[in-house]
């Protein structure tokens, strides 16, 4: 059964924090993805990264930053965490080809004060 | 930028009824997917429709893409109290561009019992 998995259902952080939100799959994927969901907004692609090092910027990147130093582990990271951040952040990973599905983890509920 | 736009944002219905949803995008795709959200859980793929393509059926669902007039229907047919989540089409645009899926705001679906 595949697998993606995320460190936190839930966290809260301070305004200024560095906050790093972890992502495993277990499928052997090589494009992992990272979104943040906002009531009315709907999902917007933060970043996405095709192989192990590599990183591409989505939709909206500014105020994150990741890291992909093994192929199963897709990590954001959020330098000086900000109130605006307050958010569902979802992890998704996919196989290389382009018609196939993403996976989805639970899903981290980040709450900045 | 929103791709999809799911119509309409809520519906309720009674348990037996068929349920259909809408899509429109705004540019060229490649595939088009729609994914299943339960109250604050992660998304679930159910299931993707290539550009070629004009109709599909999975099960309980059937999903029909028109390019010409760049949308798609999402049809659950005898709907049962556990299909009360929130449906998003997402499009994978083609030529190019950032490589996630770009997601519309989805569309809220109640089955009452």
């Known amino acids: 059964d595949v697998k993606v998995t995320q460190s936190s259902r839930y966290l809260v952080k301070r305004t200024g924090e560095k906050v790093f939100l972890e992502c495993v799959q277990d499928?052997?994927?090589?494009?992992m993805f990272w979104y943040r969901q906002d009531p009315g907004l709907g999902l917007r692609l933060i970043y996405f990264?095709?192989?192990?090092?590599?990183?591409e910027k989505g939709d909206i990147p500014e105020g994150y930053s990741v890291s992909r130093e093994k192929k199963e582990r897709f990590s954001l990271i959020l330098e000086s965490a900000s109130t605006n951040q307050t958010s569902m952040y979802l992890c998704?990973?996919?196989?290389?080809?382009?018609?196939?599905?993403?996976?989805f983890g639970p899903g981290t509920r980040l709450t900045v004060t | 930028s929103q791709q999809g736009e799911e119509d309409p944002q809520a519906l309720s219905i009674q348990e037996g009824e068929n349920a259909t949803m809408n899509c429109s995008y705004k540019?060229?795709?490649?595939?088009l997917q729609w994914y299943r959200q339960n109250s604050g859980r992660g998304l679930v793929h159910l299931i993707l429709?290539?550009?070629?393509?004009r109709e599909k059926h999975s099960g309980r669902l059937r999903v029909t893409l028109d390019t010409s007039k760049k949308s798609s229907s999402l049809l659950i047919t005898a709907s049962r109290a556990a299909d009360t989540a929130s449906y998003f089409c997402?499009?994978?645009?083609?030529?190019?561009?950032?490589?996630?899926?770009?997601f519309g705001k989805g569309t809220h679906l109640i089955i009452q019992p």
């Open positions: 998704a990973s996919r196989s290389g080809q382009a018609y196939y599905e993403q996976y």
């Open positions: 499928m052997d994927h090589e494009n």
């Open positions: 990264s095709y192989d192990v090092k590599m990183k």
């Open positions: 540019t060229s795709i490649n595939n």
């Open positions: 429709i290539r550009s070629n393509e």
């Open positions: 997402a499009t994978r645009m083609s030529g190019g561009g950032a490589d996630g899926l770009t």
